[in-house]
């Protein structure tokens, strides 16, 4: 299986330094020196990102994606710095036609590692992939299509 590369760095015209990694352990970044972190993980396994990346979050199911999830609130919080802000992006999603509330899950997973929920941002969702498939089963089998996500956003106090 293959790895994250950990050692892709590089450094804008601007001085933004750019670097690859893995989001449950950000041990090249010091602790309480990170202005903002907007991130977007992938919705547990619904999309998978990669074939064989070990770490690739998307290859969790759902209860093993809140325990990996809890890695990257903990990193998350270490590295920010006290007052600023963390946004994540995080949708729902269903299980034996019953709904997940993924997005929920993984919101309290994040106050729980500290963070103050600050504002809860509903977005509407575009252009998804899965969209005609699920229009059409959402028909047949009677529920509701889910669309929208959530934009969490966490002050570290
Ligand atoms: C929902 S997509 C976000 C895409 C992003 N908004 C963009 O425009 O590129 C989830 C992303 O998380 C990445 N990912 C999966 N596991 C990760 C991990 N352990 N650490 C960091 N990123 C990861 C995936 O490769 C994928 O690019």
Redesign the pocket.
């Given at each position: 299986m293959a790895r994250?590369n950990t050692n892709f760095q590089r450094e804008g015209s601007t001085g933004v330094i750019i670097r690859q990694?893995?989001?449950?352990n950000l041990n090249f970044i010091k602790s309480e020196s990170i202005d903002l972190i907007c991130t977007?993980?992938?919705y547990s396994n619904i999309i998978k990102?990669?074939k064989n990346i070990e770490?690739?979050?998307?290859h969790y199911d759902i209860d093993d994606f809140i325990i990996e999830m809890q890695k990257v609130a903990s990193e998350s919080i270490r590295v920010l710095k006290k007052n600023k802000f963390c946004a994540i992006l995080i949708g729902d999603t269903r299980r034996k036609k019953n709904i997940i509330p993924l997005g929920f899950n993984v919101m309290q997973v994040f106050v729980d590692a500290g963070f103050t929920l600050k504002e809860i941002i509903i977005k509407e969702q575009h252009n998804c992939k899965a969209t005609g498939f699920w229009y059409n089963r959402s028909i047949e089998y009677n529920f509701l299509l889910i669309a929208h996500e959530y934009l969490f956003v966490f002050v570290k106090p």
């Amino acid at each position: 299986m293959a790895r994250i590369n950990t050692n892709f760095q590089r450094e804008g015209s601007t001085g933004v330094i750019i670097r690859q990694g893995d989001a449950r352990n950000l041990n090249f970044i010091k602790s309480e020196s990170i202005d903002l972190i907007c991130t977007h993980p992938p919705y547990s396994n619904i999309i998978k990102y990669s074939k064989n990346i070990e770490g690739d979050l998307s290859h969790y199911d759902i209860d093993d994606f809140i325990i990996e999830m809890q890695k990257v609130a903990s990193e998350s919080i270490r590295v920010l710095k006290k007052n600023k802000f963390c946004a994540i992006l995080i949708g729902d999603t269903r299980r034996k036609k019953n709904i997940i509330p993924l997005g929920f899950n993984v919101m309290q997973v994040f106050v729980d590692a500290g963070f103050t929920l600050k504002e809860i941002i509903i977005k509407e969702q575009h252009n998804c992939k899965a969209t005609g498939f699920w229009y059409n089963r959402s028909i047949e089998y009677n529920f509701l299509l889910i669309a929208h996500e959530y934009l969490f956003v966490f002050v570290k106090p």
